[in-house]
Structures are given as structure tokens and as C-alpha cells.
Nanobody
């Protein structure tokens, strides 16, 4: 079992920045693909970005060039640096591990 806890959400004005963190605990010895997903109000959960253990990354088109995903394998922490935030980035953001484990989610609100 893997437990994931997100921190760093909040409210920000358009154009601002936030950094999300996700701390993993439990059976973390073999974490491979880790990622961020989000669920905007009234919509389905969607992919944001993921990163392999070796550092390879993939991003949704909507966040490319604005968001950066990274990880610290020694500390078992996943990050999402979000810059140039837009109101449409407003959502509950979820951390995911190997498409099997989910965090509880954290709110990000971007006002215009």
C-alpha cells in the first residue's frame, strides 16, 4: 500500500504561481510512474502530467510550458510547479502513483 498526501494548494490570482507537493509513504520502494490529475468543477478528472522514475515527463497540452513536474526519489516527494495560472486551472488536484494509488486531493483556485 502507498499513501499519498498533497500540500501546497490555495487561492491565487491569474498569472500567479503555486507549487504542489505530494509526499508518498508506505510501500515506496518501487514507485515508478507518478503523476498529477485534476478535476475542474462539474467536470471529469483529467490528466495533467506524469514523470517516470528516471525523470521522463509528459504533459497535457493545456499545461505545457506553464507547469513543471519533478520528483525527489530519495525523499519520495512529487512536485508540480504551476506558473502563469489561469482561471481554467481551477480544480481539485490529485497525486497518483503507478495508476493505482490516489491522494485525497487539494483545491487550487485561480481568480481572474
Amino acid at each position: 500500500q502507498v499513501q499519498l498526501v498533497e500540500t501546497g494548494g490555495g487561492s491565487v490570482q491569474a498569472g500567479g504561481s503555486l507549487r504542489l507537493s505530494c509526499a508518498a509513504s508506505g510501500s515506496t520502494y518501487n514507485l515508478n510512474l507518478m503523476g498529477w490529475y485534476r478535476q475542474p468543477p462539474g467536470k471529469q478528472r483529467e490528466f495533467v502530467a506524469h514523470i517516470g522514475r528516471g525523470g521522463s515527463t509528459n504533459y497535457a497540452d493545456s499545461v505545457k510550458g506553464r507547469f513543471t513536474i519533478s520528483r525527489d526519489n530519495a525523499k519520495n516527494i512529487l512536485y508540480l510547479q504551476m506558473n502563469s495560472l489561469k482561471p481554467e486551472d481551477t480544480a481539485v488536484y490529485y497525486c497518483n502513483s503507478d495508476l493505482a494509488y490516489w491522494g485525497q486531493g487539494i483545491q487550487v483556485t485561480v481568480s481572474s
